[in-house]
């Protein structure tokens, strides 16, 4: 027997990690196939089938991977349609009833917007204390051009360039407009609805608006009208009729006779049809001495609640709760209405440009009011605050004025207003030295189209496709999928838990041996283990030969006995 002695540099048996690893791998393996034996995705069990040839697993793998590549590919593109957003818009009703929406609110300005005849009572009333001409000259020149202001009109005020408008700069000239403009009883008469007689002045209120201070009936906007509303719970009142004297009927007073001599524009009306909560429309201009039908046809238009999902500006609209979308705005205390949108775009505008804005044509909010120095700012931007332009129009449509963009969608229910103004001269013997407009408004038909737009492809149809997908690619369905969970969350970490605790267990009741190790000896020490290890040796072929010839004496004598 030979000695040899092993340097540092030798080769070492397997590292005890290794032979974790080896053992880990192998403990997978076993969980895989008992996984494989009792799921219900297909061709998993005979992927992991302990009776699969090599060749027959290859085969099965193949298919597999080929299965779930495919459905991993249609989800995208199911995904990618559903992402896309497209929308589809259908009738949902072709005959909703009229009395299910209130009646338009219906807004009513004369063109000439003062009563010229209540100005002594003005300079009484605002200029107490002033005698100078100049100064009066001034107030009665200013209060002249506010006559025919409204929004995107403010070239009136151009008159008082070079005037010393500073000096009434302490004179709220809104008030002095308020006080001089049209009451209810001067303006109109003859109010009937639903062939009702009513009083005028109980059923429309004085309103502020883009084209100032007007008379407007079924309104909440204003206090009166919700007082009115707190009165009568019909309020704002609805019909379910028809045609002719079916709804408003209203004589509107002209009384040119008491207009501002200083302005000669022909003498009319100007009448807003919007639905409630709206803060403005563009009215339709209604010439003097006529008999004027309004029809009304509503339309409705709506999103519904499965569009929540898709943003704002891509479904091209917003709902009126929706107040962290970044396309909701609107005037402070008002619901989300494209036209309450625009408003308050116009409002910021003016703001931006002149550094105020003209409270009488805005509600009550957080911009300073114009004052009289301010008026002459207005005019000036009158041509930019004019035009308004869409966002992206500018590749489509020849601008040749600069003016206003806002960006505003429609709100998610929409209620339209399709309107048809037909206004027929009076002879001169039926009006005769008075001037007046026999004003009648009401609905065309007793029903109305509903329009609904919806979601062509919806998260409830991703999730159909989704499940069909799987069943067609790899035969699985939503228990599968909690299958294979359970497998991935329950039964492999109970198993590696279960692992470590018989680990633990094994190393506290192993008791540890000693090993000979060539490594760590010196020379003299490896002899003198060399010496141990023969005479160990010695002595255990001195007992294997013992052994033998005990068991051959005993063959002997058994050999001898027969």
């Not at 992991?48 to 193949?62: D, M, N, Q, T, V």
């Not at 007689?197 to 909440?220: E, M, P, Q």
């Not at 409705?300 to 704002?312: C, P």
Request: hydrophobic share 35%; aromatic share 14%; proline share 4%.
């Amino acid at each position: 027997m030979t000695l040899v002695y092993f340097s540092s540099a030798s080769q070492a048996p397997p590292s005890l990690p290794r032979r974790y690893a080896h053992k880990l791998v192998q403990s997978a393996w076993q969980l895989a196939l008992r996984f494989g034996r009792r799921t219900t995705i297909h061709g998993l069990d005979r992927l992991l089938s302990a009776k699969a040839s090599r060749w027959e697993r290859f085969i099965w793998l193949c298919t597999f991977v080929s299965a779930f590549l495919g459905a991993v590919y249609v989800c995208l593109i199911l995904s990618a349609r559903y992402n896309d957003g497209h929308f589809q818009t259908v009738v949902d009703s072709t005959r909703y009833p009229v009395y299910r929406i209130p009646f338009p609110v219906i807004t009513i300005c004369n063109r000439n917007r003062l009563n010229w005849q209540r100005l002594a009572q003005a300079k009484s009333r605002f200029m107490a204390n002033v005698s100078d001409t100049a100064l009066l000259s001034l107030f009665e020149r200013i209060l002249g051009s506010y006559d025919d202001a409204y929004f995107g009109h403010f070239q009136s005020f151009e008159k008082l360039r070079g005037q010393p408008t500073e000096l009434l700069s302490h004179i709220n000239f809104s008030q002095v407009v308020d006080f001089m403009t049209w009451r209810c009883d001067e303006m109109l008469s003859d109010c009937m609805w639903r062939h009702f007689t009513y009083n005028c002045c109980d059923i429309f209120s004085k309103r502020r608006s883009k084209n100032g201070l007007c008379l407007a009936f079924n309104t909440v906007e204003t206090e009166e009208g919700r007082r009115m509303q707190l009165l009568d719970p019909m309020w704002p009142w609805r019909t379910g009729s028809a045609g002719p004297m079916s709804g408003l009927s209203v004589r509107v007073l002209i009384q040119a006779s008491k207009h501002w001599p200083g302005r000669h524009n022909e003498k009319g009306i100007d009448v807003m049809v919007t639905e409630p909560f709206v803060w403005h429309n563009n009215p339709y201009y209604i010439p003097a001495n006529t008999e004027t039908a309004l029809e009304i046809e509503p339309i409705i238009y709506f999103y519904d609640n499965d569009t929540r999902g898709v943003r704002s500006d891509q479904r091209q609209c917003v709902f009126d709760d929706e107040h962290n979308s970044d396309d909701f705005k609107s005037l402070q205390g008002y619901v989300y209405m494209i036209e309450n949108c625009q408003s308050e775009c116009h409002q910021e505008y003016l703001v931006r440009y002149c550094n105020c804005t003209m409270d009488l044509l805005f509600p009550p909010g957080q911009y300073r009011s114009c004052r009289s120095q301010d008026l002459l700012c207005l005019a000036e931007h009158n041509d930019l605050l004019s035009y308004s332009h869409q966002p992206g129009e500018k590749g489509f449509v020849r601008n040749n004025f600069e003016g206003m963009v806002c960006k505003c969608f429609r709100n998610c229910y929409s209620l339209n207003y399709i309107n048809d103004v037909r206004p027929a001269f009076l002879p001169p013997d039926v009006y005769g030295n008075s001037s007046y407009v026999d004003l009648d408004v009401h609905f065309r038909f007793e029903t109305i189209m509903v329009y609904r737009t919806s979601l062509v492809f919806g998260w409830v149809d991703l999730m159909v496709s989704f499940g069909g997908i799987a069943g067609l690619f790899l035969g699985c369905s939503l228990i599968s999928g909690m299958e294979l969970a359970y497998f991935l969350c329950i039964e492999v970490p109970a198993c590696g838990i279960d692992g470590l605790r018989r680990r633990w267990q094994n190393m506290a009741t192993t008791t540890p041996t000693q090993t000979l190790s060539f490594r760590q000896n010196t020379p003299s020490q490896l002899m003198e283990n060399y010496v141990m290890q023969q005479k160990a040796e010695q002595a255990r072929r001195q007992k294997a030969n013992f052994q033998n010839w005990q068991r051959l004496t005993f063959a002997h004598k058994h050999v001898i006995s027969k």
